[in-house]
């Protein structure tokens, strides 16, 4: 297998070329009196349009393909960051935020690929415009406390997570790679907010751009969304506070762990849920791919004669910071903010185990697979199970 070896430094505006949504790349420009409307129908940026356009629906297709767009190859810097400037603007008018979402994951991962493999300067630069302080030393980057909590908070990934970390002094020390993966959180974050724009220039876009903005509205997968559910004997009201947070999490179209994938796919299948039902359940993910999932859940689902592999315990979504027994603070209810007395009892192993004591029933249809002590009164549905 070839390994790729550290990418030669840039130079002037490569680097913008490279990372267009840094502060400063407008010096691209500089001189041209671009403005939107230029950008959005002036004869002069047509081909900065095409290359934007082919940047927005590659994304839809696959946000993690951050190689797919041909174009920019045999793109000037100027281009690159004009189609830039024009995919984030059409982006922006869409009148649901899926496309921007899985669009700035594709352009977070881009910059990923680079980032990877960058000189340790230029990744301190690409930090340092982004508002993070990151101090290279041969082996480690040195990050500030206060600026990994911001951008590992939402990765999730067990390495991730701040008790792993080698702290000294107020800094965490990570590997290049991991301070990379920290950076491409950091533009995700920054590209999913939309740009605000005047009504008249919204009403100019959506004009101008309908044919796309109606692609980008067939490529992105319908978010899941409650009211328009399959038709289940799962009730949602019985879940636990973990398993329901995830389910937020991808209906707000944001990312969920690997672990917190698998869970709640497992946990799902387990409560009774068909294949369509779980499907369904991920498309709002930025990262949704329809045939990836389908291979997944189904191999999720086939585990064990089809009784599917087992959700994790409470330890180890606790572990992954994954448990969210303490309430969490953006839920929209007053029980989802709450903490959840039931997620304390010292019983408490397993999110099944909390689903059967609220009523749930579970797919193969018993109510514990192993002994365990008695459901607390008015808590158990008919026979409480362990887990
Ligand atoms: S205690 Fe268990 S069931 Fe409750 S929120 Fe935490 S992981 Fe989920």
Same mark, same amino acid.
Not at 63 to 76: C, I, N
Not at 97 to 116: F, S, Y
Not at 342 to 348: A, D, G, Q, S
């Given at each position: 297998?070839?390994?790729?070896?550290?990418?030669?430094?840039?130079?002037?505006?490569?680097?913008?070329?490279?990372?267009?949504?840094?502060?400063?790349?407008?010096?691209? =420009?500089?001189?041209?009196?671009?403005?939107?409307?230029?950008?959005?129908?002036?004869?002069?940026?047509?081909?900065?349009?095409? *290359?934007?356009?082919?940047?927005?629906?590659?994304?839809?297709?696959?946000?993690?393909?951050?190689?797919?767009?041909?174009?920019?190859?045999?793109?000037?810097? +100027?281009?690159?960051?004009?189609?830039?400037?024009?995919?984030?603007?059409?982006?922006?008018?869409?009148?649901?935020?899926? /496309?921007?979402?899985?669009?700035?994951?594709?352009?977070?991962?881009?910059? &990923?690929?680079?980032?990877?493999?960058?000189?340790? +300067?230029?990744?301190?630069?690409?930090?340092?415009?982004?508002?993070?302080?990151?101090?290279?030393?041969?082996?480690?980057?040195?990050?500030?406390?206060?600026?990994?909590?911001?951008?590992?908070?939402? *990765?999730?990934?067990?390495?991730?997570?701040?008790?792993?970390?080698?702290?000294?002094?107020?800094?965490?020390?990570?590997?290049?790679?991991?301070?990379?993966?920290?950076?491409?959180?950091? =533009?995700?974050?920054?590209?999913?907010?939309?740009?605000?724009?005047?009504?008249?220039?919204?009403?100019?876009?959506?004009? !101008?751009?309908?044919?796309?903005?109606? +692609?980008?509205? !067939?490529?992105?997968?319908?978010?899941?969304?409650?009211?328009?559910?399959?038709?289940?004997?799962?009730?949602? /009201?019985?879940?636990?506070?973990?398993?329901? !947070?995830?389910?937020?999490?991808?209906?707000?179209?944001?990312?969920?762990? &690997?672990?917190?994938?698998?869970?709640?796919?497992?946990?799902?299948?387990?409560?009774?849920?068909?294949?369509?039902?779980?499907?369904?359940?991920?498309?709002?993910?930025?990262?949704?791919?329809?045939? *990836?999932?389908?291979?997944? =859940?189904?191999?999720?689902?086939?585990?064990?004669?089809?009784?599917?592999?087992?959700?994790?315990?409470?330890?180890?979504?606790?572990?992954?910071?994954?448990?969210?027994?303490?309430?969490?603070?953006? /839920?929209?209810?007053?029980?989802?903010?709450?903490? +959840?007395?039931?997620?304390?009892?010292?019983?408490?192993?397993?999110?099944?185990?909390?689903?059967?004591?609220?009523?749930?029933?579970?797919?193969?249809?018993?109510?514990?697979?192993?002994? /365990?002590?008695?459901?607390?009164?008015?808590?158990?549905?008919?026979?409480?199970?362990?887990?």
């Amino acid at each position: 297998m070839a390994v790729r070896g550290p990418a030669p430094p840039l130079s002037g505006g490569e680097l913008y070329a490279e990372y267009p949504f840094l502060p400063g790349a407008e010096a691209l =420009v500089a001189g041209e009196g671009l403005s939107v409307r230029a950008l959005l129908e002036g004869a002069a940026y047509e081909r900065a349009r095409v *290359i934007g356009r082919a940047r927005v629906l590659a994304a839809q297709d696959d946000p993690r393909a951050s190689s797919t767009v041909q174009e920019l190859a045999s793109a000037g810097p +100027d281009e690159r960051y004009l189609s830039f400037l024009f995919a984030r603007l059409v982006l922006s008018a869409a009148p649901a935020a899926g /496309g921007l979402r899985r669009w700035a994951v594709a352009e977070a991962k881009r910059a &990923h690929a680079r980032l990877e493999h960058a000189p340790s +300067d230029e990744l301190e630069e690409v930090a340092r415009r982004l508002g993070f302080v990151f101090a290279a030393s041969p082996k480690l980057v040195r990050v500030d406390l206060t600026d990994y909590v911001r951008l590992a908070s939402p *990765i999730r990934e067990a390495e991730f997570r701040l008790a792993s970390q080698d702290l000294s002094g107020g800094g965490v020390f990570v590997p290049a790679p991991r301070a990379a993966r920290l950076l491409q959180e950091a =533009v995700r974050r920054e590209l999913a907010v939309p740009v605000p724009l005047t009504a008249e220039l919204l009403a100019a876009v959506r004009v !101008r751009e309908s044919e796309l903005l109606a +692609d980008v509205a !067939r490529r992105v997968p319908a978010a899941f969304e409650r009211g328009r559910a399959r038709p289940t004997t799962m009730d949602r /009201g019985r879940f636990p506070p973990c398993l329901r !947070r995830m389910q937020r999490t991808l209906e707000r179209g944001e990312n969920l762990s &690997h672990a917190g994938r698998f869970c709640l796919a497992s946990f799902l299948h387990r409560a009774g849920a068909d294949f369509e039902t779980i499907v369904d359940a991920f498309r709002g993910a930025p990262d949704f791919d329809e045939s *990836i999932t389908r291979y997944q =859940v189904d191999h999720i689902r086939s585990r064990d004669e089809g009784r599917g592999y087992e959700p994790p315990e409470c330890d180890t979504l606790r572990s992954h910071g994954l448990c969210a027994r303490d309430g969490d603070p953006e /839920g929209p209810e007053p029980k989802d903010r709450e903490r +959840d007395p039931l997620c304390y009892e010292p019983f408490l192993k397993h999110p099944l185990q909390y689903y059967r004591l609220k009523g749930g029933v579970s797919r193969d249809g018993k109510e514990g697979d192993r002994p /365990g002590p008695p459901a607390p009164k008015g808590r158990g549905g008919p026979g409480a199970p362990s887990r």
